[in-house]
């Protein structure tokens, strides 16, 4: 801890291959859970018909 | 203390760190706790649960489970804040992973035996503190390693909330269907199993997280923030943050932008087809509900980082003025007048990235005014405001539309009347947010040493 707190003691040294690990662990998952979503919003576009039996009944 | 390596004094970080290493490990804990949102997949088969005696529980009771987790959610986090900044980043989320890996199991034992109060423990109050602790738990060491860009930092983070409900919602009900059919019991062992995962996925987040070393500061940035009377230079500590009339302006910004979002959020499937009967398929208002999902957890990150460059005061004037304008307006594309599916939908989305940019920006809202020494405690105080919110915002919607049932009036009919509701919520916070002024000096910390808090040894000057 006794480093001089110059710009350069601040640059990082970490390798790029380990920043870009640690956000594949979150982006992987991220990217799982999102094309589900987005599978499931495309569902916005779907025009078929909406029989009758379908549509929302009044609630309780 | 017990597990010294958790404390923050072993998690500063060393010379050569990239502090792009710290947004992962708080989106890890995000990620992880947003699984909260995605609770409803969970309500049907509870439902379908059967004691010995044959006995069920009514969807008013299971859905206590949700709001137990929210109100510990903010309990929690208004009561360890001031904790957490002395103990630091690391042992709040491994705190945070052990109460949420822990509610999961507790509930599981729960959903076996048939005990509710077991799951109204087990995932309400011991995850709910779970969600306390993780949420404010990475803020202000995101704000310490970012002070050249704290809305995009804390932006990330938060938007992995919005995120988590996306990962929790299909890994839950696959977990589901996958042990349905190998003649297991579905919910006790997907909650094991998710307690399991999370808790794992948590300890990454728990053992990248570091602290920057004392006088650290971005290299190439000269520690010059953009000049406005409401960037302070300042600190406030918590116990003095919170008797200022500007912790309870942002309360109440915070209050009303997150009611207003849930008078969407909390109908979004079934006021698309009241809206639209025999328009909009149930089908298409799942999809609506996924877009709802996604510019909600987008916004987060697009709001945030854009009130770095707007500034706060600025952003929040956007969402409460546009807002007004979008809520007032979203009914008049219903049947019989516009008639406009697209235009409705447009406008829900942009509300909604708001509703979101409103929970991501705030606490660099509370950076700018009380400074970043205490704003993981400041902010686990205000999120009080969510708590409150999630009772009232479905309140007013639930309230109005029973009336409406009850008097045998279309439901179609009473949504003008709740987005207006609204609107009147959202001119509340328009006005408080015109209200925010810099934080009087007699508030500011005299002995200031942001790295290493000691609250003992710092008073304010009043």
Not at chain 2, 179 to 202: D, E, H, L, R, S
Not at chain 2, 245 to 253: A, R, T
Not at chain 2, 404 to 433: D, Q, S, W
């Amino acid at each position: 801890m006794n480093e001089p707190r110059s710009d350069t003691a601040n640059r990082s040294t970490t390798s790029p291959l380990l920043i870009a690990a640690a956000w594949l662990v979150v982006v992987l998952p991220t990217a799982w859970g999102l094309s589900y979503t987005v599978q499931n919003a495309l569902k916005i576009f779907d025009h078929t018909p909406v029989p009758a039996a379908t549509v929302t009944p009044p609630a309780k | 203390m017990a597990f010294a390596f958790l404390d923050r004094s072993h998690s500063i970080a060393k010379p050569g760190y990239s502090r792009w290493l710290v947004p992962p490990a708080a989106l890890a804990i995000h990620l992880s706790i947003g699984q909260a949102y995605a609770f409803s997949v969970f309500k049907n088969p509870l439902l379908a649960l059967h004691a010995a005696d044959g006995s069920a529980w009514s969807l008013k009771e299971v859905g206590y489970i949700f709001s137990i987790a929210i109100l510990f959610l903010g309990l929690s986090a208004a009561l360890f804040g001031a904790w957490l900044e002395r103990a630091g980043p690391r042992r709040a989320m491994f705190y945070s992973a052990c109460c949420f890996g822990a509610g999961f199991c507790v509930a599981s034992v729960g959903a076996s035996f048939h005990s509710l109060t077991l799951i109204y423990f087990g995932y309400g109050v011991l995850g709910g503190i779970g969600l306390g602790l993780g949420y404010i738990s990475p803020v202000s060491t995101l704000i310490k390693w970012f002070p050249d860009r704290p809305g995009l930092a804390t932006g990330l983070a938060i938007m992995g909330f919005g995120g988590g409900a996306m990962i929790g919602g299909p890994l839950g009900n696959q977990l589901m269907a996958h042990f349905k059919a190998a003649g297991q019991p579905a919910i006790p062992y997907t909650w094991i199993a998710m307690g399991v995962v999370y808790f794992i996925f948590m300890m990454f987040g728990v053992f990248t997280i570091r602290v920057p070393r004392e006088g650290w500061k971005p290299a190439g940035w000269s520690g010059e923030t953009k000049v406005s009377a409401l960037i302070s230079t300042h600190n406030v500590d918590v116990h003095h943050a919170w008797r200022t009339p500007q912790f309870w302006l942002l309360w109440i910004i915070l209050f009303t932008n997150v009611t207003a979002g849930i008078g969407i959020l909390e109908q979004a499937a079934p006021m698309i087809q009241d809206l639209f009967k025999g328009v909009v398929s149930p089908t298409a208002a799942v999809g609506f509900v996924g877009l709802l999902s996604i510019f909600n957890m987008a916004g987060r990150f697009f709001w945030a980082s854009m009130s770095d460059i707007l500034g706060r005061k600025p952003t929040y004037f956007i969402f409460f003025a546009l807002g007004i304008v979008l809520y007032f307006f979203m009914p008049a594309t219903r049947l019989g007048q516009l008639g406009s599916v697209n235009l409705f939908v447009a406008i829900a989305v942009v509300a909604l990235s708001m509703y979101g940019g409103g929970f991501a920006t705030i606490p660099a809202y509370l950076k700018d005014l009380f400074g970043g020494f205490n704003v993981s405690a400041i902010h686990g105080r205000l999120l009080t405001a969510w708590s409150l919110a999630g009772i009232v915002g479905p309140l007013i919607v639930n309230a109005i539309l029973d009336h409406y049932v009850a008097t045998h009036r279309p439901k179609a009919e009473a949504y003008p009347l709740i987005l207006h509701i609204m609107c009147g919520l959202l001119a509340v916070g328009f006005v408080a947010n015109l209200l925010v002024k810099p934080v009087d000096r007699k508030y500011w910390m005299r002995d200031e040493k942001e790295s290493e808090p000691n609250p003992s040894k710092l008073v304010a000057s009043n």
